[in-house]
T-cell receptor
Framework: GQQVMQIPQYQHVQEGEDFTTYCNSS?????IQWYKQRPGGHPVFLIQ?????EVKKQKRLTFQFGEAKKNSSLHITATQTTDVGTYFC??????????FGQGTRLTINP | NAGVTQTPKFRVLKTGQSMTLLCAQD?????MYWYRQDPGMGLRLIHY???????AKGEVPDGYNVSRLKKQNFLLGLESAAPSQTSVYFC????????????FGDGTRLSIL
């Protein structure tokens, strides 16, 4: 079935450094969603991308959807300790289901 | 404004015991999902429902059963628990497929000895 590969699995940065996680698929995606899960918490929706080449920003977070709609990225500028957590991408799988990437766990050294 | 509520939050079972996890949502959502989360494996779909009285298998359905007798509730059952089912279980719901996000409950941490 459709797989969504997410890299890296782990990322440790110094506070203030940038962070990027990538999501890749071998098939064209209709849309992609991004979620954040704080340690011990549950996934929380961040954003959905639908259009080819789409770029959306939320304060220090920038989300991109590739031109071919097969990849996506989340970039955080100047990380803060509040950014700690695991970031997941999720793509529609057939009708009515999402398939999640493995997640990128971000830890930050203050 | 409760959203998605899961009960219980924690449970320890012995191998072979059975139990039911309850998910309740108060947002009048049609679609409901059960996922399990294991370290390094992200979220994997167990079963899902697209409306009251309907259920369907997800990616890892073996050893689990579900029921959606009422629109607001989605039950996940383990008939004979196995240590491989030790995991964190999340329920999620969404009101409109492909447009709206999934709303997750706080999770149930299940350990099977």
């Amino acid at each position: 079935g459709q797989q969504v590969m997410q890299i890296p699995q782990y990322q440790h940065v110094q506070e203030g450094e940038d962070f990027t996680t990538y999501c890749n698929s071998s098939t064209t995606l209709s849309n992609i969603q991004w979620y954040k899960q704080r340690p011990g918490g549950h996934p929380v929706f961040l954003i959905q991308l639908v259009k080819s080449g789409e770029v959306k920003k939320q304060k220090r977070l920038t989300f991109q959807f590739g031109e071919a709609k097969k990849n996506s990225s989340l970039h955080i500028t100047a990380t803060q300790t509040t950014d700690v957590g695991t970031y997941f991408c999720a793509a529609a799988r057939g009708a009515q289901k999402l398939v999640f990437g493995q997640g990128t766990r971000l830890t930050i050294n203050p | 404004n409760a959203g998605v509520t899961q009960t219980p939050k924690f449970r320890v079972l012995k191998t072979g015991q059975s139990m039911t996890l309850l998910c309740a949502q108060d947002m009048n959502h049609e679609y409901m999902y059960w996922y399990r989360q294991d370290p390094g494996m992200g979220l994997r779909l167990i079963h899902y429902s697209v409306g009251e009285g309907t259920t369907a298998k997800g990616e890892v359905p073996d050893g689990y059963n579900v029921s959606r007798l009422k629109k607001q509730n989605f039950l996940l059952g383990l008939e004979s628990a196995a240590p491989s089912q030790t995991s964190v279980y999340f329920c999620a719901s969404t009101g409109r497929w492909g447009v709206w996000p999934q709303h997750f409950g706080d999770g149930t941490r299940l350990s099977i000895l």
